[in-house]
């Protein structure tokens, strides 16, 4: 495979204000750079970096929280086909200058009031009028999602110029063959997140002032976006999430680490943070600022309690133990595909988190990292086969464009 002078798009959420999404893009971007192919990112929700403005912010919340549904149905979808439209000819641009782009990862085949749906199949539209070749890589798929939604889906998954999917794990493949049938399932690459490699995309990382004291990284999540955005129906209250953060704090105190709190950088994770900091007075915060500040506080810390996906699967990359809360399928489909035990989950519900803050020794975190450390090896070792397959396979299709 030759790959001079190759350029490759990116395209997903890269500059979302959850990092998880940043993980993503520059694991792939790095990945690239190692076969020398150079990249470019390309934000379907039209961002062009992490700044956002107060009042942007303000005008999102109220729409987002509003009382009345039909205001996010009917608006979320507007602005997803006003996106596209707006960026239109930036769009062109990065995407006639690609070779390949490719789609993902995160999880992108999710349907909310049809976000997704229209702006990928916008993004496939483009590739279309541009002669681009596209991949959709590494996403996650919901269990459910609307009628016009599986349709637009399928637009992108059956167009010609779609020449290569993966998803993350078994599960979303089963959503797959679900949802889109059969057929399209066979021809469906299940691969594990990019994220999986962030401890070589970060090697160069700094030492922060941290690392001076050991410390548990204890990742904290506003309960109302868990239990909105969760596909598990369970019962829960802010106040039993309020109570396991302080039993995990006290729990990490005397084992003789700093409790150190810390979000994947979403607004109203930092929000909710800093509304609860006074009740654990014990704990350190620390404010994830840019992308590199969750790298670091996830990579330097003796354990890590997680529950946001990514700050599980950064836990994983460099080898730290961690349990994590099992609040969506897409956590609990991380762990199976990791091959790691089952143990390091607990249930997004009052008795799970209940039964975890009694249960969790931190005594146990030594075993537990050497089952990272092995799972890790072999994980990075397969995804490393099928990124390589995958290479290959659209260089073909790309030769064989241009002799047509």
């Given at each position: ?114 976000n997704f749906p229209l702006k990928l199949y916008f993004l496939s539209l483009f590739c279309y009028f541009s002669n681009t070749d596209y991949a959709v890589v590494y996403v996650g798929v919901a269990k459910r999602m609307s009628g016009l939604g599986r349709w637009l889906f399928k637009k992108l998954f059956s167009a010609k110029k779609c020449r290569y999917i993966s998803v993350r794990d078994a599960a979303s493949k089963a959503n797959i063959e679900q949802l889109f049938g059969a057929e399209l399932a066979s021809k469906v690459v299940v691969s594990i997140d990019p994220a999986v490699n962030l401890n070589l995309t970060y090697s160069d990382l700094a030492s922060s002032e941290l690392s001076s004291t050991p410390y548990a990284a ?187």
């Open positions: 495979m030759t790959n001079k002078d190759i350029h490759y798009l990116i395209a997903a959420v890269p500059y979302s204000d959850n990092y998880g999404d940043a993980l993503i893009h520059h694991s792939l971007a790095w990945k690239l750079g190692n076969y020398d192919i150079s990249s470019d990112a390309l934000d379907i929700a039209g961002r062009h970096d992490f700044a956002r403005s107060a009042s942007q912010n303000a005008i999102k919340d109220k729409i987002l929280k509003s009382r009345f549904e039909w205001v996010r149905q009917v608006f979320i979808p507007l602005n997803g086909m006003l996106v596209a439209l707006k960026n239109y000819r930036v769009w062109m641009a990065k995407i006639k200058a690609a070779d390949v782009v490719l789609i993902g990862g995160g999880n992108l085949i999710s349907d909310v009031y049809l204890i990742n904290i999540v506003n309960p109302t976006v868990l239990m909105v955005n969760s596909d598990h129906d369970v019962n829960f209250s802010e106040q039993s999430y309020l109570q396991w953060l302080k039993t995990t704090v006290d729990k990490v105190k005397a084992a003789g680490l700093v409790p150190v709190l810390y979000t994947n950088g979403a607004q109203e994770d930092e929000q909710y943070m800093s509304h609860i900091a006074a009740q654990l007075a014990d704990a350190k915060v620390v404010n994830t600022e840019k992308v590199e500040d969750l790298v670091s506080v996830v990579s330097q810390a003796q354990c890590v309690f997680a529950t946001r996906l990514h700050s599980a699967i950064s836990a994983f990359s460099f080898s730290v133990p961690f349990t994590v809360m099992s609040w969506d399928s897409k956590v609990s489909s991380f762990v199976a595909a990791a091959k790691l035990p089952t143990s390091m989950l607990f249930d997004f519900s009052t008795e799970g988190m209940k039964q975890h803050a009694e249960q969790i020794q931190l005594a146990d975190m030594s075993e537990l990292k050497e089952q990272v450390v092995q799972a890790r090896h072999q994980v990075v070792s397969a995804w490393d086969v099928e990124f390589r397959d995958m290479l290959q396979r659209l260089d073909k299709y790309q030769a064989e464009s241009q002799l047509s």
